[in-house]
């Protein structure tokens, strides 16, 4: 094989940054936006049993993703793991549709921060109303909020992995403690109560509907514990703690989004609670239902706490999608520019401004518009979950005869059964996406959006296959897994 040039990654993070990476990623804004959207859908009972399901299905899938860092400790997580079991022109697909839920997730994170700050101080928010996009006004001050944060979290992710790695870990901390507070609040004022969660299931739906639209966005939910093996090339520390740290963050984040719906929904009956969000057309309901028993002090509370939840997403995402964009630009299917690193601080800076200048474009179109292209997102990260549990379950063998794939593969029947339960999850994540009769099922502009990803796709592919294509697998090899043979 000719030397071709391999740029690495340095290896920088502590454990405990990548457990804050993963934490805060799952959570982001989601734990305080999304609650009464959530139980408007599937009722208190509903939102639990269907937010934490998909926290064990999640875990589920995390022994795939625990024995493929192990393995193969490189940035490029799905696109990698794709290349390793099924080739060359499926790990681009894995590759790209990832890159659309991480760029989703963190145009999102921004466009968060906006509808905080439209909540605190509406009339602030409100100055230079531009135009309408689906019914929401889009003014001058969201856009600068929302870009401002885009820019200032690319500069930090530039600076370094530690550096990232450190201030995550200090965000998920406040974030924690935030929510106990909201929960302890909650305890002690004697208003919210747990007769308030009834009916526990949306009335108008069948209670197995009810937990399944809500299993159906636990793959978007919890979005960020994949963010672990994009770090892996840095971790400093041994690669086969990286699953110990994957179910942590997924029991963090599962008790997490749990405790913020019960907090929600008990303030008073659900019901009552959301009619009064809709009479006052309120931004954000979760804000309207913790300062109706904490006062202002909730109010500051839970802002404290979605900023820093925001703030780990924009984080955690802007890491990912630049090492994802790295990873296939060091396999030669993107431009050239994707795997330079920084002369100063040696991180790819490319797809740090890449995706800051792709997101860069969202806040202008309003939050609602912005929601269609994230819902489709989800099957973006569930096309993800499949190609790396198909990888780990081509991997596992039941038996040692049956051992053909490759001296990567081991005998375990037991994680060959679970890394099936997670392929089984991942398919039927994308049923409820994309069946037209499942009661989770992507709106009419969602599925415009993923078809508008597609085409672009394959526009992206063909330009760029021929070289890709031309590289032998032992180049390619070389360049995905810093080794000639898998």
């Given at each position: 094989m000719a030397e071709i040039e391999r740029k690495q990654l340095k290896?920088?993070?502590?454990?405990?940054?990548?457990w804050a990476i993963a934490f805060g990623s799952a959570i982001?804004?989601?734990?305080?936006?999304?609650?009464?959207?959530?139980?408007?859908?599937?009722?208190?009972?509903?939102?639990?049993?269907?937010?934490?399901?998909?926290?064990v299905l999640m875990m589920i899938i995390g022994v795939s993703y625990g024995y493929l860092i192990k393995k193969f400790p490189v940035t490029g997580g799905e696109f990698s793991y794709a290349y390793i079991g099924y080739g060359r022109k499926l790990a681009f697909v894995a590759g790209w549709f990832l890159t659309l839920g991480y760029i989703c997730i963190v145009a999102l994170n921004a466009s968060a921060l906006a509808l905080l700050a439209k909540f605190l101080f509406p009339e602030f928010a409100a100055m230079g109303t531009l135009y309408s996009v689906a019914e929401y006004d889009v003014s001058i001050v969201q856009i600068l909020i929302a870009s401002l944060a885009l820019i200032l979290f690319a500069y930090f992710n530039i600076r370094g992995a530690g550096f990232s790695g450190k201030t995550q870990y200090?965000?998920?901390?406040?974030?924690?403690?935030?929510?106990?507070?909201?929960?302890?609040?909650?305890?002690?004022s004697g208003e919210p109560s747990l007769t308030n969660l009834t009916p526990a299931f949306e009335p108008n739906k069948p209670a197995i509907?009810?937990?399944l639209t809500i299993l159906a966005v636990a793959p978007f939910a919890y979005v960020g514990f994949d963010n672990i093996p994009q770090a892996a090339e840095e971790f400093n520390f041994e690669s086969r703690k990286a699953f110990g740290l994957i179910i942590w963050a997924l029991v963090a984040a599962g008790l997490a989004y749990a405790l913020m719906v019960i907090v929600t929904a008990s303030t008073m009956p659900w019901q009552d609670l959301l009619t009064q969000i809709d009479n006052q057309n309120s931004v954000w309901g979760t804000g309207d239902a913790i300062e109706s028993y904490m006062g202002r002090a909730g109010v500051f509370t839970i802002a404290i706490a979605i900023c820093m939840?925001?703030?780990?997403?924009?984080?955690?995402?802007?890491?990912?999608?630049?090492?994802?964009?790295?990873?296939m630009g060091r396999a030669r299917i993107l431009p050239n520019a994707f795997r330079a690193l920084h002369s100063k601080y040696h991180t790819p800076y490319v797809g740090i401004l890449f995706t800051m200048g792709v997101c860069l474009i969202a806040p202008w179109f309003g939050r609602e518009a912005l929601l269609w292209v994230v819902d489709m997102s989800s099957t973006g990260v569930a096309i993800a979950y499949f190609f790396c549990t198909a990888t780990a379950y081509k991997l596992f063998n039941w038996t040692e005869k049956s051992k053909k794939f490759n001296k990567a593969s081991i005998t375990a029947p037991g994680k060959k059964f679970l890394s099936l339960l997670g392929l089984i999850s991942s398919i039927s994540f994308l049923g409820l996406l994309l069946v037209p009769v499942s009661p989770a099922a992507l709106g009419k502009e969602s599925l415009i959006a993923l078809s508008v990803w597609i085409l672009l796709g394959i526009l992206f592919y063909c330009?760029?296959?021929?070289?890709?294509?031309?590289?032998?697998?032992?180049?390619?090899n070389y360049l995905i897994l810093g080794k000639e043979k898998i």
């Open positions: 290896k920088s993070l502590k454990p405990q940054w990548v982001g804004w989601g734990a305080f936006v999304l609650p009464t959207d959530w139980i408007g859908d599937a009722g208190p009972l509903g939102v639990v049993i269907g937010i934490l399901l998909g926290a200090v965000f998920s901390i406040v974030l924690i403690l935030g929510m106990v507070l909201l929960a302890y609040g909650a305890v002690i509907a009810s937990i939840g925001i703030f780990t997403g924009l984080n955690g995402f802007y890491l990912s999608a630049s090492r994802l964009t790295f990873a330009f760029n296959s021929k070289r890709y294509n031309q590289l032998t697998e032992q180049e390619l």
